[in-house]
């Protein structure tokens, strides 16, 4: 069974940080490309920010220079660190696990369960 569970989310005040984290489990970790997607009032779905499986790594604008995405495949955990946080990053935070086999037309994607994040004074 496929699970991707994410912490780490909560009430924090504008300039503040928090760190979510998301373990998974029932597939391999290291070859799969991870993402944090937010769902946001105003926005809808957007990606925050993207970690390929050999480390590469890509932003939203709106979060670039104050989040950092980061893996650790020994613990099957992926993170981000998210500082000078302003009201607009309120949302509820989802991790995605994605991979295309080779020379397959399909590919693997899995979502967690979404962890919220509420930026206010």
């Known amino acids: 069974q496929v699970l991707l569970v994410e912490s780490g989310g909560g009430l924090v005040q504008p300039g503040g940080s928090l760190r979510l984290s998301c373990v998974g489990s029932?597939?391999?970790?290291?070859?799969?490309?991870m993402m944090w997607y937010r769902r946001t009032p105003g926005k809808g779905r957007e990606l925050v920010a993207a970690i390929t499986s050999r480390g590469t790594t890509n932003y939203a604008d709106s979060v670039k220079d104050r989040f950092t995405i980061s893996r650790d495949n020994a613990k099957n955990t992926v993170y981000l660190q998210m500082n000078s946080l302003k009201s607009e990053d309120t949302g509820v935070y989802y991790c995605?696990?994605?991979?295309?086999?080779?020379?397959?037309?399909?590919?693997?994607?899995?979502w967690g369960q979404g962890t919220q994040v509420t930026v206010s004074s």
């Open positions: 029932g597939f391999t970790f290291s070859t799969f490309d």
């Open positions: 995605n696990a994605d991979m295309k086999p080779d020379n397959a037309d399909y590919r693997h994607n899995y």
